[in-house]
């Protein structure tokens, strides 16, 4: 298989199947290894099962970044 088709078969899977892949090859580069990373994963399992449960709603990306503009504007 060539790399264009293994990038295109991987572009093609719904986003949270690719993101398992991005962290996969990520965590290849650079293995996590200490508590701080550990602790983190545990942070990130947790807000994704809010965002699933409803707990929470996700805020879109341009809204943060707006937000942040405008605080260093004024």
């Known amino acids: 298989m060539k ?3 293994l990038i295109e078969e991987a572009e093609s899977l719904p986003v949270e199947q ?3 892949v991005v962290d996969s090859l990520l965590r290849s580069l650079n293995p996590p290894e200490s508590e701080i990373d550990k602790k983190w994963a ?3 399992r947790k807000r994704l ?3 699933r449960s409803g707990t929470i709603a996700a805020v879109p990306g341009e809204q943060v970044f707006e937000k942040i503009w405008k605080k ?3």
């Open 3 to 5: 790399i264009k088709d």
């Open 18 to 20: 690719r993101t398992m």
């Open 42 to 44: 545990t942070v990130a």
């Open 49 to 51: 099962e809010e965002i």
């Open 72 to 74: 260093f504007e004024g």
